[in-house]
T-cell receptor, first 116, second 111 residues
Framework: KAGVTQTPRYLIKTRGQQVTLSCSPI?????VSWYQQTPGQGLQFLFE???????NKGNFPGRFSGRQFSNSRSEMNVSTLELGDSALYLC???????????????FGQGTRLTVV | GQQLNQSPQSMFIQEGEDVSMNCTSS?????WLWYKQDPGEGPVLLIA?????ELTSNGRLTAQFGITRKDSFLNISASIPSDVGIYFC???????????FGPGTRLSVLP
């Protein structure tokens, strides 16, 4: 069974630009969540999507948004990039669960975004 | 919001030694999870704990959910080089809207 696939693996963008990251979950997994990992702030939850709907959201500004498609693939978008947005962005997928966080979540390798 | 603290921040041990690390919170968590992250990879779930007092093992790893619901520990027995990595504790906050990770414990195993 293929794991969670994130593309691209690496990305360099300029301040003020926008970026879209992609995540393909494990087949059959309908919940997709996104995280930002930085040396200073550690791992922080961005949002979670289930059945094309954002079900939960962390404490990030509106510049960070996402969506989920009918095939459960998800994208996250960051607009008006700032230097502080440089981070490893991780996506995780899991089977449907009535509670927010199905603990059997599987992470992708992440997309490393550098903003210059 | 709810926060998790981990200690130690980093540790260097000899191969074959046992390791203990812990995670604490000022508020109650109802689920405690332990993840390991290797360089260049996403976190991998090691152990999940759902009940206060629960003690769960996964091979050489053992984790416990503290009785107060405010702490958890992870033990690794007979460490090997592939145990190197960053170990995170994590859990959903009590509002069910956010997922919190600790800052991590970086483990180095010396041959």
């Amino acid at each position: 069974k293929a794991g969670v696939t994130q593309t691209p693996r690496y990305l360099i963008k300029t301040r003020g630009q926008q970026v879209t990251l992609s995540c393909s979950p494990i087949s059959g997994h309908r919940s997709v969540s996104w995280y930002q990992q930085t040396p200073g702030q550690g791992l922080q939850f961005l949002f979670e999507y289930f059945s094309e709907t954002q079900r939960n959201k962390g404490n990030f500004p509106g510049r960070f948004s996402g969506r989920q498609f009918s095939n459960s693939r998800s994208e996250m978008n960051v607009s008006t990039l700032e230097l502080g947005d440089s981070a490893l962005y991780l996506c995780a997928s899991s089977l449907p669960h009535k509670n927010f966080m199905n603990t059997e979540a599987f992470f992708g390798q992440g997309t490393r975004l550098t903003v210059v | 919001g709810q926060q998790l603290n981990q200690s130690p921040q980093s540790m260097f041990i000899q191969e074959g030694e046992d390791v203990s690390m812990n995670c604490t919170s000022s508020s109650i968590f109802n689920t405690w999870l332990w993840y390991k992250q290797d360089p260049g990879e996403g976190p991998v779930l090691l152990i999940a704990l759902y009940k206060a007092g629960e003690l769960t093992s996964n091979g050489r790893l053992t984790a416990q959910f503290g009785i107060t619901r405010k702490d958890s520990f992870l033990n690794i027995s007979a460490s090997i080089p592939s145990d190197v990595g960053i170990y995170f504790c994590a859990g959903p906050d009590n509002y069910g809207q956010n997922f919190v990770f600790g800052p991590g414990t970086r483990l180095s195993v010396l041959p």
